[in-house]
């Protein structure tokens, strides 16, 4: 089945620094990716819709000039956690519904959607 | 404010027996409702969905019933496997902004015990 991967799957980093999340559709192609933060014991948060070839739409109280994103191509989606704090430190999990045919209907668009396995950041 | 709410953050039941799994939502926007199951290290991955304008569900072992008046939807695996055991989520849709976005409660882990 389609498979979305994320990469890396753990990061420590010191506060400050930059991190990069990738995540990538294998094999099939998106043109929207979304991106989720959970803190310990909380539920999966929508951060932000990102769109390919076009700038990223960010839900409220997240800041885009932190959080950067860029959805290159098809199959690739960034996050950039700019000059991190230990407040960031989170899951990051990324899905990404697959291009269905026009009129595929609700259920179908959401049923496929498919999650990457996530990445734990710890900012120190 | 949490729209989508699952206040049991746990469940055991035994091998064959009946899991009911709970959810409560807020937002009466709310147009679709699907459980996601996950594994550690893996991401959610979908397991069952209703429509807004459904009352139940079913797909083999797994039944979603949702309760529009009350705001509620349950999830029921019957009989229930060490298999199963899980941390399940429960999600609703809304249309904002051009797309279909997706709120999660906070999870239910179920064991499963033999």
């Known amino acids: 089945g389609a498979v979305v991967s994320q990469h890396p799957s753990r990061v420590i980093c010191k506060s400050g620094t930059s991190v990069k999340i990738e995540c990538r559709s294998l094999?099939?192609?998106?043109?929207?990716m979304f991106w989720y933060r959970q803190f310990p014991k909380q539920s999966l948060m929508l951060m932000a819709t990102?769109?390919?070839?076009?700038?990223?739409?960010?839900e409220q109280g997240v800041e885009k000039d932190k959080f950067l994103i860029n959805h290159a191509s098809l199959t690739l989606s960034t996050l950039t956690v700019t000059s991190a704090h230990p407040e960031d430190s989170s899951f990051y999990i990324c899905?990404?519904?697959?291009?269905?045919?026009?009129?595929?209907?609700?259920?179908?668009?959401?049923?496929?959607?498919?999650f990457g396995p996530g990445t734990r950041l710890l900012v120190l | 404010d949490q729209q989508v709410k699952q206040n049991s953050p746990s469940l055991s039941v035994q091998e064959g027996r009946i899991s009911i799994l709970n959810c409560d939502y807020t937002?009466?926007?709310?147009?679709?409702f699907l459980w996601y199951k996950k594994y550690p290290a893996e991401g959610p991955t979908f397991l069952i969905s209703?429509?807004?304008?459904?009352d139940k569900n079913e797909d083999g072992r797994f039944t979603v019933f949702l309760n529009k008046s009350a705001k509620h939807l349950s999830l029921h695996i019957v009989p229930s496997q060490p298999g199963d055991s899980a941390v399940y989520f429960c999600?609703?849709?809304?249309?904002?902004?051009?797309?279909?976005?997706?709120?999660f409660g906070k999870g239910t882990k179920l064991t499963v015990n033999p």
């Open positions: 899905s990404a519904p697959p291009q269905l045919l026009p009129g595929s209907g609700l259920a179908a668009y959401l049923e496929t959607q498919y």
């Open positions: 094999d099939f192609q998106a043109t929207t």
């Open positions: 990102s769109n390919e070839g076009s700038k990223a739409t960010y």
């Open positions: 937002n009466s926007m709310f147009d679709y």
């Open positions: 209703i429509s807004s304008i459904k």
């Open positions: 999600a609703a849709s809304y249309y904002q902004g051009g797309s279909e976005k997706l709120v």
